[in-house]
C-alpha cells in the first residue's frame, strides 16, 4: 500500500490554506505523489514547485478544469505547461464566468433580503472566485454556521443562490490539457454517475480516472476499476482536500497499491 493525493485546492482558488501552507501539509504527509489542482488557475505552480524541491515532495504539476456539463464534471489536468497560452486562455476565460456566476448568485441571495455584499465576497478572493467564497461570508454574516451549510441551504440546485456551473466544453477542456503536454483525468466521477459515458470521454482524449476519492463506496471503486480496464485507462487518486477548515476532509491522502502507484509514477515522473 502507498498513501499519494493528486487533488489538492490552495487558496488560489477555494482551499483554505496557502500554496506554502499545503506544501508544508504534504510533506507532513509523507506522500509518495503530491498534486496542487486548483480550480481554473495555475497560479501557484511555480511557487510550489521551488517548495516542493526545498522540503523534497514528490510533486506534479496540475489543475482542475470547470466544465459546464453538469454540476460536477471536472477534468484534473497532470504536468500541463503552464505557460501554454491555450491553456492560460481557458483558465482566464473560466475565471471571468466564475466572476460572473458569483456575481448571479450573490444578486439572488440580495434579492431574497440575505446580508451579503459582492465587495465582501470578491475581498476574499484571491485568484479563482468561487460559491466557496460566497459560503465563507454567508458564515461571517452570521446566516449559517459554516462553509458546507452555506452551501446546502443557499448554493445548491433549487436554492436560492443557486446558478447554473459555468466553464468550457468537456471536450475542449481535455483537448486543451492534452495541447499543452498534459494527462487528462476525470475528476470525482462517483459525483456524475448518472451521466457516465467511458468510451466516448476515451474517444476524447482521456487518459485516467479519479477511482479513488473520499465518498467513492467501495462498490463504486470496483465499477470504475472495471472500468479502466475495459477502456485501458489509468487509475488515479485524490482527497480533493481544501484544507484543514474547509469542512471537507481533514486530511491529505487516499491508498493505493503499489501496482497503481508503479503505473502512475512511470506516467507522471
Ligand atoms: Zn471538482
Ligand atoms: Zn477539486
Keep these: 500500500m502507498a498513501k499519494i493525493d493528486l487533488h489538492t485546492h490552495s487558496n488560489c482558488s477555494d ?5 506554502r501552507d499545503i506544501l508544508f501539509e504534504a510533506k ?10 486548483d480550480h481554473d488557475s495555475v497560479e501557484g505552480i511555480q511557487k510550489a514547485i521551488e517548495l516542493s524541491e526545498k522540503l523534497d515532495i514528490p510533486f506534479i504539476p496540475g489543475v482542475e478544469i470547470t466544465t459546464h456539463e453538469h454540476e460536477h464534471t471536472h477534468i484534473l489536468g497532470y504536468n500541463i505547461d503552464p ?3 491555450n491553456l492560460l486562455n481557458l483558465l482566464k476565460k473560466n475565471r471571468e464566468d466564475r466572476i460572473l456566476r458569483v456575481k448571479k448568485c450573490i444578486a439572488q441571495l440580495v434579492q431574497v433580503g440575505i446580508n451579503i455584499t459582492e465587495q465582501q465576497v470578491f475581498d476574499r478572493v484571491k485568484i479563482s472566485a468561487s460559491r466557496a467564497h460566497i459560503a465563507d461570508v454567508l458564515k461571517i454574516n452570521k446566516v449559517v454556521a459554516n462553509r458546507g451549510e452555506g452551501f446546502r441551504n ?7 443562490g443557486y446558478v447554473s456551473p459555468i466553464g468550457a466544453t468537456l471536450k475542449k477542456s481535455i483537448y486543451t490539457i492534452k495541447e499543452a503536454g498534459g494527462i487528462a483525468v476525470m475528476a470525482h466521477p462517483g459525483l456524475i454517475k448518472e451521466h457516465w459515458n467511458f468510451p466516448v470521454w476515451k474517444e ?3 487518459d485516467g480516472v479519479e477511482v479513488y476519492y473520499p465518498s467513492h463506496s467501495a462498490t463504486m471503486k470496483q465499477d470504475l476499476l472495471d472500468l479502466c480496464k475495459k477502456y ?13 477548515k474547509a469542512g471537507r476532509v481533514s486530511k491529505m491522502g487516499m491508498n493505493i497499491s503499489d501496482t497503481h502507484l508503479e503505473k502512475l509514477k512511470n506516467l507522471l515522473q
Design 15 to 19: 482551499g483554505t490554506s496557502s500554496v
Design 83 to 85: 505557460k501554454n497560452k
Design 28 to 37: 507532513k504527509a509523507q506522500l509518495e505523489l503530491f498534486s496542487l489542482t
Design 154 to 160: 443557499y448554493l445548491m440546485p433549487g436554492k436560492a
Design 204 to 206: 476524447m482524449g482521456l
Design 232 to 244: 485501458n485507462l489509468q487509475v488515479f487518486a485524490g482527497s480533493d482536500y481544501h484544507g484543514p
